[in-house]
RNA sequence: CGGGGUGUAGCGCAGACGGCUAGCGCGCCGCGUUUGGGACGCGGAGGUCGGCGGUUCAAGUCCGCCCACCCCGACCA
């Protein structure tokens, strides 16, 4: 990677990316294919959003805990639909210690079946209910083609699991989920997502409804950026989760499970970033403000570095980086730390320390345009409003830009314009399984989802042609 | 797993017709000059040429086998 430039958006997407992720510092690929290391700035990332998420999901009642990564391939088997889904993509230990084992282990693809092991055990009674466990940890799933961030074998997570006394509190649960995870992506990740139910053939395996958010990233496919399913009673049923009621009746559990990945790191990456690189939302940047010092000689590097240091410390409540690396030139460091996505920067010089002013650069406006000179009296209470305009901007822009590149087509040959020149189409929809299949060999797109803001009314589905209440979104997908 | 491609310094590449000490750019290290939008000079370090085997006086270079990775298809948070 000689070459001072990024491959353009606009030029090669996917190419665009790839070297992003790796020249920010993001993540790397590891010696085993389809792995990756996730590097300190993408972790420092990943540590915020886990925050964010995480405070939400105590302030809800949810508690954290840990399971284990291995899973006797018995307990895949025990449901169905489950085992189908996941099979083809599990990774199987067979020997341990030296010998073969009697029963294989699978590593989890994801903890519904050992968790349902663990709460037959530990709910008995209906005053035991409701569990509300969160895990936070790597789940492996052997993906075909992988991608840095967005698909790999190996990827980090949150997985909740629930168990409710009766089936609204499991689909209460199930929404209340999916709305933290959309409360978190408009305001904390300034992602525009749409929350929607999944059709049966996109639903989770083993799930009895399956509710996403769905963002529309920089080139306009869709990426699923988190997910909740109501499992209804199926892994009770499996796994014997039963508890006595009040009549002292032995009823069968309702589950829920909801997760979210790594993967949003590259929903953030590809709905924000432009041609000079990253752009991170401020509320999430592992760094907020990077300050350049400029200087030319010893006596101004000293009263320079004095002022970097004062406002470093007035700062204190912002994650602020000074640069003040001395090997490298300002014009450097602008640009590289605009591709490593900092929101604000600071530039502090002889000029600056003058007049009591520093020079701010926002990195959603590039050039003359995004920079100001101001006070550095009160810099804390600028900076921090400076930040929440730009965090606001970010979410303005790509919501813009999401409503942009979604159309409303007539009639299927439309649809299938809108679909091959890169938008979402928005159309009325009877559910239908094979239909849903035809148009994905049509045109590759799938159903993202079934919004769960409706207009209301009837139509005519866009590809039966029968009268139908609901609409949805069509796109091509990550 | 089917089709296509690539393996030469940390990264990107050249060398391919067998021939001497395997080059170039970027990066890296040292010294000096620089520093408000990707600095410059001088000096350096760094390679079992993906692996194994073969042909040959001689193999990055020719032949065979193997391995890895990338791209395109069938699966997916």
Sequence with gaps: MDEKKLTPRSENYSEWYNQLVQRAELADYAPVRGCMVVRPYGWALWENIQNALDTRFKATGHVNAAFPLFIPMSFLEKEKEHVEGFSPELAVVTIGGGSELEEPLIVRPTSETIIGHMYSKWIQSYRDLPVLINQWGNVVRWEMRTRLFLRTLEFYWQEGHTAHATAEEAEAETLQMLNIYTDFALNEAAVPVIPGRKSETEKFAGAVRSYTIEAMMGDTKALQSG???????????????????????????????????????????????????????????????????????????????????????????????????????????????????????????????????????????????????????????????????????????????????????????EFKDIIENNGWCYVWWKPNSENEAKIKEDTKATLRCIPMEQPGGKGKCIFSGEETTEKAYFAKAY
């Design 227 to 413: 997910t909740s399913h109501n499992l209804g009673q199926n892994f009770a049923k499996a796994f014997d989760i039963q508890y006595l009621d009040e009549n002292n009746t032995l009823q069968y559990c309702w589950t829920t499970s909801w997760g979210l990945s790594t993967r949003f790191i590259g929903a953030i990456i590809m709905t924000h970033g432009d041609d000079q690189g990253l752009i991170f939302p401020p509320r999430l940047a592992p760094i907020q403000v990077v300050i350049v010092p400029i200087f030319r000689n010893e006596e101004e590097q000293q009263k320079v570095m004095e002022t970097v240091d004062r406002i470093k410390a007035e700062l204190s409540q912002f994650r602020v980086k000074v640069d003040d690396r001395a090997e490298v030139t300002p014009g450097f460091k602008y640009n590289e730390w605009e591709m490593r996505g900092v929101p604000l920067r600071m530039e502090i010089g002889p000029k600056d320390v003058a007049k009591n002013s520093v020079a701010l650069a926002r990195r959603d406006i590039l050039g003359r345009e995004g920079k100001s000179f101001v006070a550095q009296e009160g810099i804390a209470q600028t900076v921090g409003e400076m930040l929440e305009t730009i965090q606001a901007n970010l979410l303005a822009k790509a919501t813009k830009f999401r409503d942009e590149h979604i159309f409303e087509p007539k009639n299927y040959d």
